[in-house]
């Protein structure tokens, strides 16, 4: 069993910052593509961003491109995502994520394993 588990999540004003980490157990992250997914209440999942195994490629979903930054520590186990200029609209549980695929890494059904999400509510 792959086990992810998010932490950094809170509650932050418009225009604040917020630091999410996904930590893996022992060898976990090599060779996996993670992401990073949220979903707002009464709303479908929706992917957020991506890196691959190696650090070299990222994605972003449209909405967060130029605020939000994913970032991996392979040594570590680690996923992080900075997340700057936060809205409202950012507001839902988000989720880390993991896969064997990059070319599909936007879609949800790519990952095979899941965190257990953690919420992040941006005041107005």
């Known amino acids: 069993q792959v086990q992810l588990v998010e932490s950094g999540g809170g509650l932050v004003q418009a225009g604040g910052s917020l630091r999410l980490s996904c930590a893996g157990a022992?060898?976990?992250?090599?060779?996996?593509?993670m992401g990073w997914f949220r979903q707002a209440p009464g709303k479908e999942r929706e992917f957020v961003a991506a890196?691959?195994?190696?650090?070299?490629?990222?994605d972003y979903s449209d909405p967060v491109k130029g605020r939000f930054t994913v970032s991996r520590d392979n040594a570590e186990n680690t996923l992080y995502l900075q997340m700057n200029s936060l809205k409202p609209e950012d507001t839902a549980v988000y989720y880390c994520?993991?896969?064997?695929?990059?070319?599909?890494?936007?879609?949800?059904?790519?990952?095979?394993?899941w965190g257990q999400g953690t919420q992040v509510t941006v005041s107005a």
């Open positions: 022992g060898r976990t992250f090599e060779s996996l593509t």
């Open positions: 890196a691959s195994w190696g650090g070299g490629s990222k």
């Open positions: 994520a993991a896969g064997v695929s990059w070319s599909r890494s936007r879609l949800s059904n790519a990952y095979s394993y």
